[in-house]
Structures are given as structure tokens and as C-alpha cells.
């Protein structure tokens, strides 16, 4: 068994501030080749993910602490949704379906997400390109 305690999270934290990405997984999953990818995902407010889509799964979040933005962007860039997910506040998570172009953003210090899609791994390829 493997306990998500605040130890581990803090951990991860602490290592995603270390990271030059300012973001760090912890995987649940033994293999990439998995056909469950179960992680979890450290984020600091200062981390760059590009707006992105899988087509060939779902993506599920949910928040165990922090504060973090989720946005849903059309084939033209416009943003169809934009939610603050906070566990303080009754929003704990979000399913991003497959194909929907979406931006995760960390709005706080230590956040910390709870992450499952369909394996196996496949890198990011379709990135969406907007000017803000």
C-alpha cells in the first residue's frame, strides 16, 4: 500500500519547487505501457503547461490541495470554460473529455492534483497555440 498522506505531498512539493519545470508526477502506474495512468501532479503558480488535448482519452482531476485553474479552449482558441477548482470551496475536481483542448494552471503554492487518463502514456503532441 502506498499512503497520500501530507508527507508525501509535501515531498513532492518540495521537490516540484526544485524542478525547473516548477512541477513534478508521482506515479501509480508500474509502466508507461499501463492502461491506467494514476498520478500524482505537483504544480507551482509559476509553471508553464501549453494549452493541450488527448484524443485518445479522458482526463480526470482531482484537487487534494491547492488552487487550480481550469480552462476549455475551442479549435479557434476561444475559451469555452474557465473554473477555479478548491477543495475549500466544494469544487474537487474536473473530467476533461477526450479531444477537448484544455490549460491546467496552479493558483497556489503547493497544489497538488490527483490525475487518471487512459494508457498507454503518449506524449503531448497536439498543442494549441493562442496569443493572450
Not at 475559451?79 to 477555479?84: A, N
Not at 493558483?107 to 497555440?129: A, H, M
Amino acid at each position: 500500500m502506498e499512503l497520500i498522506d501530507n508527507n508525501l505531498l509535501d515531498g513532492l512539493s518540495e521537490k516540484a519547487r526544485a524542478n525547473e519545470r516548477l512541477r513534478l508526477n508521482y506515479n501509480f502506474h508500474t509502466s508507461l505501457d499501463d492502461k491506467s495512468q494514476r498520478l500524482l501532479n505537483a504544480i507551482e503558480p509559476e509553471s508553464k503547461l501549453a494549452i493541450h488535448r488527448h484524443v485518445h482519452t479522458a482526463e480526470t482531476f482531482l484537487v487534494l490541495r491547492g488552487k487550480i485553474q481550469i480552462r476549455i479552449y475551442d479549435d479557434n482558441g476561444k475559451i469555452k470554460s474557465d473554473v477555479i477548482l478548491d477543495p475549500l470551496e466544494g469544487r474537487f475536481g474536473a473530467n476533461i473529455p477526450a479531444g477537448e483542448w484544455h490549460e491546467v494552471k496552479s493558483l497556489e503554492k503547493d497544489s497538488v492534483l490527483f490525475e487518471c487518463k487512459d494508457g498507454p502514456f503518449r506524449p503531448i503532441t497536439d498543442i494549441l497555440q493562442v496569443s493572450h
